[in-house]
């Protein structure tokens, strides 16, 4: 599908599609639970997760960890999600961001505090909100047989003889066993997310910037994310920042631990 708007829109609205917060937003802890476990993501408040970040390549070398636990549900756009709050600690600074989470026929969607904002906007001439996803698609339900589908396909042609484009997309590779220093995981399901954007280049413009990056993530059940590999581009994107440059350093993120909050086969809500 294509979608066409104004250039001088397309950063803040990239901005928008990932946007963090400084705080965990504010969530409701009234014990209501959200039955979780099919698509290889738990979703039960309580559940916690921490990871080991490794980075190599463009931008230094270093170590990290990640926090990230469910917090609450938040009610948006007619869905129920849960909350997952991310404490990301990386060389000496701290920062905290959200997503929010639910459990579809097709397989686990993601959203985020920006992208729900989004949906809440009034119509702006030639700026087309209305295509703007409110969430995405982040793991396909086991059977679907989704092996590829679209997150984001921004295009641009106002400026002749240069298309300006910004695409995200995923795509499913099958189950995989993941080794970790904690242990083994049997038959993850492989997901793999990619950037592929031709962009002016403001510091040589006769040059355009042009940027084709991936990262393999691994989701087990019902653990949920137990590894991912790949181009720090992602890890960008998926944190808050817009990916703007030419080269781009790797990252390992790994699970060293976690508590995960089973259902109780005897709650009827």
């Given at each position: 599908?294509?979608?066409?708007?104004?250039?001088?829109?397309?950063?803040?609205?990239l901005l928008l599609l990932a946007a963090c917060t400084d705080d965990a937003p504010p969530v409701s802890t009234d014990g209501r639970m959200?039955?979780?476990?099919?698509?290889?993501?738990?979703?039960?408040?309580?559940?916690?997760?921490?990871?080991?970040?490794?980075?190599?390549?463009?931008?230094?070398?270093?170590?990290?960890?990640?926090?990230?636990?469910?917090?609450?549900?938040?009610?948006?756009?007619?869905?129920?999600?849960?909350?997952?709050?991310?404490?990301?600690?990386?060389?000496?600074?701290?920062?905290?961001?959200?997503?929010?989470?639910?459990?579809?026929?097709?397989?686990?969607?993601?959203?985020?505090?920006?992208?729900?904002?989004?949906?809440?906007?009034?119509?702006?001439?030639?700026?087309?909100?209305?295509?703007?996803?409110?969430?995405?698609?982040?793991?396909?339900?086991?059977?679907?047989?989704?092996?590829?589908?679209?997150?984001?396909?921004?295009?641009?042609?106002?400026?002749?003889?240069?298309?300006?484009?910004?695409?995200?997309?995923?795509?499913?590779?099958?189950?995989?066993?993941?080794?970790?220093?904690?242990?083994?995981?049997?038959?993850?399901?492989?997901?793999?997310?990619?950037?592929?954007?031709?962009?002016?280049?403001?510091?040589?413009?006769?040059?355009?910037?042009?940027?084709?990056?991936?990262?393999?993530?691994?989701?087990?059940?019902?653990?949920?994310?137990?590894?991912?590999?790949?181009?720090?581009?992602?890890?960008?994107?998926?944190?808050?920042?817009?990916?703007?440059?030419?080269?781009?350093?790797?990252?390992?993120?790994?699970?060293?631990?976690?508590?995960?909050?089973?259902?109780?086969?005897?709650?009827?809500?």
């Amino acid at each position: 599908m294509r979608r066409l708007m104004p250039f001088p829109l397309l950063l803040p609205v990239l901005l928008l599609l990932a946007a963090c917060t400084d705080d965990a937003p504010p969530v409701s802890t009234d014990g209501r639970m959200i039955m979780a476990d099919a698509h290889f993501y738990p979703t039960i408040q309580g559940s916690s997760w921490e990871y080991s970040i490794d980075t190599t390549g463009a931008g230094g070398s270093g170590s990290g960890i990640a926090r990230s636990r469910i917090t609450g549900i938040y009610e948006g756009d007619t869905f129920t999600y849960a909350v997952q709050v991310n404490q990301i600690s990386f060389g000496g600074a701290s920062e905290i961001d959200s997503l929010y989470i639910r459990q579809a026929e097709d397989g686990v969607r993601i959203s985020s505090p920006g992208l729900q904002t989004l949906s809440g906007l009034p119509s702006i001439p030639n700026f087309p909100i209305d295509d703007i996803p409110t969430e995405f698609l982040a793991v396909p339900a086991a059977g679907s047989f989704q092996a590829s589908w679209e997150i984001i396909n921004i295009e641009i042609n106002t400026i002749p003889l240069f298309p300006i484009y910004y695409r995200v997309n995923g795509s499913y590779r099958g189950l995989e066993d993941v080794d970790t220093d904690l242990r083994t995981f049997r038959d993850c399901a492989h997901i793999v997310l990619s950037i592929e954007a031709r962009l002016p280049n403001f510091t040589n413009p006769s040059v355009p910037l042009l940027i084709d990056e991936e990262a393999n993530f691994w989701f087990s059940r019902p653990q949920g994310l137990v590894a991912a590999d790949g181009s720090s581009a992602i890890f960008t994107l998926l944190r808050g920042g817009i990916p703007l440059s030419a080269t781009y350093g790797t990252t390992r993120q790994e699970v060293t631990g976690m508590d995960i909050v089973q259902p109780d086969p005897f709650c009827i809500e």
